[in-house]
């Protein structure tokens, strides 16, 4: 199946920034919409920022105007940039693609996550 590889995470003071990639391999046919969840510890898995193969976006109303999602299709690759970053944002940090597979047609696909920590 195709993989989800994650990069990015790390430790940041309040304020500070990171970016966050994920990039798709294997036997990709397509790739639909693209996504980054994260989950703290003790708390649900949540949808941080989602964007379309059209380059739509939608974003949770706790990170709207600090995060910005992108991707690039040929490189089958998403981005989330994350600014003026708070404590609350410490979470592991997962990528999710709707993938179309040459061998196994349509699935959901998630990264193992990268953490984000952001101390005050």
């Known amino acids: 199946q195709v993989q989800l590889v994650e990069s990015g995470g790390g430790l940041v003071q309040a304020g500070g920034s990171l970016r966050l990639s994920c990039a798709a391999s294997g036997s990709i046919f397509s790739i639909n919409t693209m996504a980054w969840y994260r989950q703290a510890p003790g708390k649900q898995r949540d949808l941080v920022a989602s964007?379309?193969?059209?380059?739509?976006?939608n974003y949770a109303d706790s990170v709207k105007g600090r995060f910005t999602i992108s991707r690039e299709n040929a490189k089958n690759t998403v981005y989330l940039q994350m600014n003026s970053l708070k404590p609350e944002d410490t979470a592991v940090y997962y990528c999710n693609a709707g993938i179309v597979d040459v061998r196994d047609g349509a699935y959901s696909q998630w990264g193992k996550g990268t953490l984000v920590t952001v101390s005050s």
């Open positions: 964007i379309t193969r059209g380059g739509s976006t």
